[in-house]
């Protein structure tokens, strides 16, 4: 069974940085295109960045220029750096296959952008 933990959300200022990680426990890890998802209170699930297995990475206009999705295959881990953040990121921020998730979902890890 495939295991998705998050990790790396908190609450930061307005302007701030987070680096959230996300652990996939599956074999060939390096196969798959990897997306970070993110769901504010009221909205849809959005998908924000994705990776291909190449390193090819697209990003969702709201979030380009300020965040940047990585990958690690030997640790099965992907990453999602974001700078700048903006209240309007706030969310429960999801990994997963992208850029369509193929697995159950994870506990998410919180995400608070707030002066």
């Known amino acids: 069974q495939v295991q998705l933990v998050e990790s790396g959300g908190g609450l930061v200022q307005p302007g701030g940085s987070l680096r959230l990680s996300c652990v996939v426990s599956?074999?060939?890890?390096?196969?798959?295109?990897l997306g970070w998802f993110r769901q504010a209170p009221g909205k849809q699930r959005e998908l924000v960045a994705n990776?291909?297995?190449?390193?090819?990475?697209k990003y969702a206009d709201s979030v380009k220029g300020r965040f940047t999705i990585s990958r690690t295959n030997a640790k099965n881990t992907v990453y999602l750096q974001m700078n700048n953040l903006k209240p309007e990121d706030t969310a429960v921020y999801y990994c997963?296959?992208?850029?369509?998730?193929?697995?159950?979902w994870g506990q998410g890890t919180q995400v608070t952008v707030s002066s």
């Open positions: 997963n296959t992208g850029e369509i998730a193929l697995f159950s």
């Open positions: 990776i291909t297995p190449s390193g090819t990475t």
């Open positions: 599956i074999g060939g890890f390096r196969i798959y295109a």
